[in-house]
């Protein structure tokens, strides 16, 4: 069973008529929202604020939700990053001067064998590298050379 019951035209319009007069008399939305009812025409409140500042003629402002306090309102959806993982990783194990270096590369395997061939012959500058196949030329040592032939663990 339903508390709420349909209006006609007639108590609509006469509602409507209402509301032009009291807030031309300045009453308040709360205010107007009891004399209407106490008349047996009353409404949702949003509904009667809108028509309240429709009657005034305010504007409604640009953006609401700044008057919102931050723990009420909803958090922001984040973007999704897309991460693409590489198909194929290795790590490259050596000495240089008789200190271990490793580099785990990620990459396809033509990146990857091309990334060997200039990671055979020179070492990283670092002891430890982590990054993309196509990156590795960034942090090789082009003056040092490995103490033996580097593992390689796929």
């Known amino acids: 069973m339903s508390l709420r019951r349909k209006f006609s ?4 319009q006469r509602r409507e008529r209402l509301i032009r007069y009291y807030v031309k008399k300045r009453y308040s939305a709360n205010l107007i929202q009891k004399k209407l009812q ?3 025409l009353g409404m949702r409140r949003k509904e ?4 309240v500042r429709e009657v005034k003629g305010v504007p409604k402002k640009p953006k609401p939700e700044i ?11 984040k973007p999704k990053r ?3 993982v590489p198909a194929k990783w290795i790590a490259v194990y050596g000495t240089v001067d008789g200190e271990s270096r490793r ?3 990620a990459g396809s395997g033509r990146q990857l064998y091309r990334a060997m061939l200039d990671l055979a012959k ?3 500058k670092k002891r430890f590298v982590r990054c993309s196949a196509s990156e590795v030329s960034n942090y090789l040592d082009y003056e040092d050379e490995w103490d033996d032939h580097p ?4």
């Open 9 to 12: 035209k007639k108590d609509i």
């Open 38 to 40: 106490e008349k047996g």
């Open 48 to 51: 009667l604020l809108a028509r």
């Open 67 to 77: 008057y919102i306090p931050a723990k009420y309102r909803k958090p922001k959806a």
């Open 82 to 84: 897309v991460r693409v």
């Open 103 to 105: 580099v785990e590369l």
């Open 122 to 124: 020179h070492p990283p």
């Open 151 to 154: 593992a390689v663990k796929s």
